[in-house]
C-alpha cells in the first residue's frame, strides 16, 4: 500500500502537532511505503533534533504567513504528486489551509481522502473562541464544508467532537468515520524508565509539558499561581516548576511575584522530555479549555503515571476523564485546586492510578484502528 500523508507539522518540528502523524507514519513504514507533504522546515519556529522517519519520502511546500499562501504553498507542492501512484491520501488539519487539497485531488483522480481532524475549526467549542458568527459561515461555506463533501472518510480525536461535527453537517451520516484517539507515543517511549522519584518530603516538583497558560482564563492566572505558592509554602514544603517548551511571560512573572522556583527549559526532543518529567516531576499539571477533545499532553501524562491537575472546563470531555483516575483532578476554581494539593498531600499520591491498563492509550493501537480504517478504502 502506498500511503500519501499532508501534514503541515513534521519532523523536525517541535510543535505537538507533528506527533500524531509522525507516529502514524512510523508505524505504517513497518508495511507501507509513504510520503509526506510538510512545511518547509527553516519555517519551524523551533526544531528538534529527532531523526527523519526512515524510508519516508518528504515533499517541502513553501508556506507563507497568510492563510492563501499556505493554500497555494500545498498546491504547488501536490503538483510535484503522481497521484496515480498513491492507493490513498491523508490530510492532517489543522492548520486548515490543507483542506483545499481535497477538492484539487479529486479533480485530478477518483484516489480515496481521508481528513484527520486533531481539533474542530469552524466552530472552536473553546472557553476562549472570539470568532464571530460571520467568520465561522465564510470558513465553512468557502473551505471546510466543500472538502468535506469530497472526503471519502473522517478520522477524529474524541467522540463528542465527531457528533459535533455531524451536527453541523448532516451529510456526514453517510461518510466512513472513525474516531482515533491521539493516545501517548508508545513508540517513542519505548526506552523511557518510570520509577518513583526519591522524595524527601520537604520538596514537591511540579512538571508542565508544553503551553499552559494560553489554555486559561486570564483572570484566573493570578489565583492559581498564588494557590500553587501559598499551599505548599503553608506545609513547610519547598515547591519547584520545570517545564518544557516556550517560555510564557505572563506565568514566568507570577512565579517571581509569588517566590516560586520556576525552571523553563524550552523545546526538547519529546522522549527527552518524557524522561526528565518521569524522573523529577512529582505531579504534572496541564489546562484545557476545550468543551470536547482530550489533547495530547493528557495521555503523556497517563504514561507517566503520576498525580494530574488540570485545569479543566466543567462539564467538559476532558473533566469526566482526569476525574476518573484515582489521583486525577480537574479545577476550575481555587477552592478545587487547594482541595486537589489536600488530597494529594494527605493521601501521599504518588501515582495516577494503581494497574491502569496504558496499552489502550498508546498510539500503537489507535495507529493500528487506523491502518484497518485506511483499508476499508483501499
Same mark, same amino acid.
Given at each position: ?192 524508565? /518510570? $520509577?518513583?522519584?526519591?522524595? #524527601? ?8 509539558? &508544553?503551553?499552559?497558560?494560553? +489554555?486559561? *482564563? ?118 478545587? /485546586? $487547594?482541595?486537589?494539593?489536600? #488530597? ?8 495516577? &492510578?494503581?494497574?491502569?491498563? +496504558?496499552? *489502550? ?18
Amino acid at each position: 500500500m502506498k500511503v500519501l500523508i499532508v501534514s503541515p507539522g513534521f519532523i523536525p518540528s517541535a510543535t505537538v502537532g507533528k506527533i500524531r502523524m509522525v507516529s502514524l507514519s512510523k508505524y505504517l513504514m513497518q508495511f507501507d511505503k509513504v510520503t509526506v507533504i510538510q512545511n518547509k522546515i527553516s519555517s519551524y519556529p523551533q526544531i528538534t533534533d529527532e531523526k527523519p522517519v526512515k524510508g519516508v519520502k518528504v515533499i517541502e511546500a513553501d508556506v507563507g504567513e497568510t492563510f492563501s499562501s499556505g493554500v497555494k504553498a500545498y498546491k504547488r507542492a501536490l503538483s510535484k504528486v503522481d497521484l496515480a501512484s498513491y492507493d490513498i491520501v491523508i490530510i492532517s488539519v489543522g492548520p486548515y489551509y490543507t483542506l483545499p487539497l481535497v477538492n484539487e485531488i479529486k479533480r485530478k483522480s477518483d484516489i480515496p481522502v481521508i481528513i484527520d481532524y486533531r481539533d474542530l475549526w469552524t466552530r472552536s467549542y473553546r472557553d476562549n473562541d472570539k470568532q464571530s458568527k460571520l467568520e465561522e459561515y465564510a470558513k465553512s461555506f468557502f473551505y471546510e464544508r466543500p472538502a468535506l463533501k469530497k472526503a471519502d472518510g473522517i478520522t477524529i480525536c474524541d467522540e463528542k467532537s465527531l457528533q459535533a461535527l455531524k451536527e453541523q453537517y448532516s451529510f456526514l451520516e453517510k461518510i466512513k468515520s472513525k474516531v482515533i484517539y491521539n493516545g501517548y507515543d508508545d513508540f517513542a517511549l519505548k526506552d523511557i524508565k /518510570l $520509577r518513583d522519584r526519591e522524595n #524527601d518530603n520537604n520538596t514537591i516538583t511540579i512538571g508542565i509539558y &508544553g503551553k499552559f497558560s494560553i +489554555y486559561v *482564563k486570564s483572570s484566573h492566572l493570578p489565583w492559581i499561581v498564588e494557590e500553587l505558592g501559598e499551599f505548599w509554602k503553608a506545609k513547610n514544603m519547598s515547591l519547584k516548576i520545570i517545564q518544557y517548551g516556550n517560555k510564557e511571560p505572563e506565568m514566568e512573572k507570577l512565579y517571581s511575584q509569588n517566590d516560586i522556583d520556576y525552571e523553563c527549559r524550552g523545546f526538547v526532543e519529546y522522549s527527552k522530555g518524557m524522561q526528565a518529567l518521569a524522573d523529577e516531576a512529582d505531579v504534572l499539571m496541564a489546562s484545557n479549555d476545550a468543551i470536547m477533545g482530550y489533547g495530547t499532553k493528557i495521555f503523556d501524562y497517563i504514561f507517566l503515571n503520576k498525580p494530574i491537575i488540570m485545569y479543566i472546563i466543567p462539564g467538559s470531555t476532558s473533566d469526566a476523564f482526569v476525574n476518573s483516575f484515582d489521583h486525577g483532578y480537574g479545577f476550575f476554581t481555587r477552592e478545587e /485546586l $487547594r482541595a486537589a494539593f489536600d #488530597d494529594i498531600y494527605n493521601s501521599k499520591a504518588k501515582v495516577l &492510578g494503581e494497574n491502569i491498563d +496504558y496499552k *489502550k492509550y498508546g498510539r500503537q493501537m489507535q495507529n493500528t484502528i487506523f491502518r484497518d480504517f485506511i483499508k476499508e478504502f483501499i
